[in-house]
């Protein structure tokens, strides 16, 4: 899909962010921050003409079963079918439409369909653990997906990352691009994860659990969860790049 070649206006600039709402950038309990974040203070480069104007999303238009991860294949994922809505927002609670929610998960087994991931788990041929969606004129987006495994992962000793879902959204430019995590209601694992927990404010981590909704479960088929997106402001969604 392409953007409009008519410039866009700029930017408008936000006050900072309250303390405690999104990760630090070096957060020791996450060993693997010690080696990737900066250690300068960020630049920040002003968006070009190309970044405002040019294609945002790629060449291909978002398809038709690109939101639905369980009939991408000739077959059904194996695994728990899960409905997830939501609406993306911004800080005074309009909605923001026509933006670009990409999402990648592990399978029912919490194995990644990646070459890196070669735990001992099993792969899922009918799963590829992919979507992308555009939010509608209210902001809202829907995805059916199948609910994630826990996995193991070696930041230390019987390390096991909850259940959870990567959100990506995209704004006016690919330089604009946010990344989330959404996680599911009563996970014990929540309360042993050091990614999640590096957000300092109890209150502030819970705005990355999803919500069990009954209205958007569909019956004998698949559960619902509801999980909103705010990219600013008091409630704002913690994110890992800003």
Known sequence: MHSSM????????????????????????????????????LVIMPQTLTEVCGPVFGREAVGPLDHDLTRQHAGAPAGQRIVIEGRVLDEDGRPV???????????????YAHQVDQWDAPLDANFS????????GDGRYRFVTIR?????????HNAWRPAHIHFS?????????LVTQMYF???PLLALDPIFNA???????????????????????????????????????PMETR
């Open 185 to 187: 209601p009563g996970d």
């Open 148 to 156: 994630p495994g826990a996995y193991p992962w070696r930041n230390h």
């Open 6 to 41: 008519a410039p866009r206006s700029p930017l408008p600039t936000f006050p900072a962010v309250a303390a405690g709402v999104h990760p630090p950038a070096d957060a020791p309990e996450y060993r693997a921050t010690a080696l990737r974040h900066p250690t300068q203070p």
């Open 97 to 111: 439409p026509h933006t670009l929610i990409e999402v990648w998960q592990a399978n029912a087994a919490g194995r």
């Open 199 to 237: 957000i300092p404010d109890p209150g502030v981590r819970a705005r990355l659990v999803s919500t069990f909704d009954l209205t958007l479960t569909e019956p004998a088929f698949a559960l619902g969860y509801r999980f909103d997106l705010v990219l600013r402001g008091r409630v704002g969604t």
């Open 169 to 177: 959204l995209f704004g006016h430019a690919f330089l604009t691009r």
């Open 129 to 136: 653990g992919a979507g992308r969606t555009l939010t509608d």
